[in-house]
């Protein structure tokens, strides 16, 4: 289960997944807090407050490099940082070690990145020998150079190989040269940034290959400016298509609002794949030596995992309070009276001391209020929902390595039988009888043997909370895309019908048959 964060950081690779599992993780490759990166702060809330592991992509707005300059006699090969900002030092040493004599192409290289300027402590370096500035080799060293994760060639390179690297006053060969102080940390981000580009696989974008994504969380833009709506919307739709939950900071002027009933009915986002808690917290900030209010949104994150995974969370008895750890407080209190009035309006209320089951209120989703499904309001509801059909496709992507497709289809079908029956025998689905909880097609009437590319189709329903409802999903694997496609279907169980809506164009209608459900 992982939570991922997308925000402004002080160093590292910009617009790259990276799995951390703790701050000290964080701390080496970003940098720690930093003032202007709430996104720092949302992270140390996180694992504050029991989350285990997190994917940060960071993004930034105008930051610049910083540049090395190697001497070659008299041209200069300039190298430049891959990651962008004013703190990434970094040191290079050139040598001819093992190279023939009468070589005059080739060269060793050694990239260091140090934890500062003339500091001895390497974080991170790179080994690259053999190099040569003959473009026709597979040695040629802008092109060896793209595969680093330290630098990159700037410019032409020269004619002329590197000098050698050598110690201040010596002809000894061991010395380094540093890089400039030419970076720039740019300006604050704005909702652009965030969103970023599908196409170049940046902002939220970067996220679009990352398996187990549950939760998503966009940090305030600066301390004072929060995520506009664009951002939020694009957010949760990224969420929907990925089955996975955003979560939302409550607006920073809820804390001076009298009128709350009037401030909740102008909730601009509602969405079942998001989720808000009130109010905001307030923690101390190391930097400054002092309390601080902050967006909850890591803190959230954080106290969201550590009680358990979707399943859990939806068939316990009781579900887990949102009760913060010991170090972080409310900004605010909220009576009893604006609890049950933040829950009406899908707005759920953190703690910090525990409450008697019978005032504890179930955690609601972004679209209670505006969604008529208890299975679309509640959050336990949802993700138990969100689970079950990422538990399906991500199990079932093995059926394209079957070069008969129509061989899949028998097998697909009892694995994902098997699969709803063990969440039936664990309670889940529970509000019909065992034998019309759950539905699975995967058969002729849904795919087609030998098709060019090949692809699997498999129809999957089960029940919904409230009684003869259901989730109803149609999913394809398929050669063609990277990704496989879920779609919602409309399965209407009296008439014993099938309708399939392709981009809301075409529809098929296909008989049931007994086998079908659950021992019908």
């Excluded at 790259?16 to 970003?30: C, E, G, K, N, T």
């Excluded at 905001?280 to 209010?293: H, K, P």
């Excluded at 209320?349 to 409450?355: F, H």
């Excluded at 209120?361 to 209020?369: E, F, Q, V, Y």
Aim: proline share 5%; charged share 25%; aromatic share 6%.
């Amino acid at each position: 289960m992982l939570t991922a964060f997308v925000g402004r950081c002080l160093r590292g690779p910009l617009n790259q997944p990276i799995l951390v599992r703790s701050f000290a993780d964080f701390q080496r490759y970003f940098g720690g807090l930093w003032q202007p990166s709430t996104l720092s702060y949302a992270l140390e809330h996180f694992f504050e407050q029991g989350g285990q592991q997190a994917i940060v992509v960071r993004i930034a707005n105008g930051a610049r490099p910083v540049s090395l300059t190697l001497n070659c006699g008299r041209e200069r090969l300039i190298l430049e940082a891959r990651a962008p900002g004013t703190r990434e030092f970094l040191r290079a040493a050139v040598d001819y070690d093992q190279i023939d004599a009468l070589d005059t192409r080739r060269f060793n290289l050694v990239i260091q990145r140090v934890r500062a300027p003339g500091s001895e402590w390497i974080e991170e370096q790179e080994t690259f020998r053999g190099l040569t500035i003959d473009a026709d080799s597979a040695r040629f060293v802008a092109t060896v150079l793209e595969d680093s994760a330290l630098v990159r060639v700037h410019g032409e390179v020269p004619a002329a190989r590197p000098d050698r690297t050598l110690m201040p006053g010596t002809n000894l060969p061991v010395g380094y040269v540093s890089s400039s102080p030419d970076g720039d940390d740019g300006r604050p981000i704005s909702d652009y940034d965030v969103i970023g580009s599908a196409v170049r696989r940046s902002g939220l974008f970067a996220l679009a290959e990352v398996d187990e994504l549950a939760f998503l969380h966009v940090p305030p833009l600066t301390r004072t400016a929060e995520v506009g709506i664009s951002t939020l919307l694009v957010a949760a739709r990224f969420c929907r298509e990925r089955r996975a939950m955003l979560i939302v900071d409550p607006p920073a002027n809820w804390m001076g609002t009298k009128d709350m009933a009037r401030a909740l009915k102008h909730i601009e986002l509602r969405s079942d794949n998001a989720v808000m808690f009130h109010p905001r917290v307030t923690a101390m900030d190391r930097l400054r030596g002092r309390l601080e209010t902050f967006g909850n949104g890591g803190a959230v994150a954080g106290l969201l995992s550590r009680s358990g995974d979707a399943v859990s969370a939806a068939l316990t008895s009781q579900e887990p309070e949102p009760l913060l750890r010991a170090g972080m407080k409310l900004s605010h209190e909220i009576d009893d009276a604006d609890r049950w009035l933040f829950a009406a309006h899908g707005v759920n209320v953190l703690q910090t001391v525990r409450r008697v089951p019978r005032e504890r209120l179930p955690l609601r989703t972004l679209a209670c209020g505006a969604s008529a499904s208890p299975d679309g309001s509640y959050l336990a509801q949802r993700r138990l929902a969100l689970f079950t059909i990422n538990a399906i496709e991500r199990g079932t992507r093995w059926c394209l390595s079957v070069q008969d497709d129509a061989s899949a289809w028998g097998p697909v079908t009892r694995q994902v039988r098997t699969f709803l029956g063990e969440l039936r025998g664990a309670g889940a689905f529970a509000s019909v009888p065992f034998d019309q909880s759950f539905l699975v097609i995967c058969d002729d009437r849904i795919n087609v043997a030998g098709r060019t590319p090949r692809e699997v189709n498999i129809l999957v329903q089960f029940a919904a909370t409230r009684p003869g409802e259901y989730h109803s999903f149609m999913i394809t694997h398929s050669v063609a895309h990277r990704a496989a496609r879920v779609r919602p279907v409309l399965v209407n169980r009296l008439e014993a019908s099938l309708i399939v809506t392709h981009q809301l164009e075409h529809e098929v209608t296909i008989r049931l048959r007994r086998m079908d459900a659950v021992n019908l």
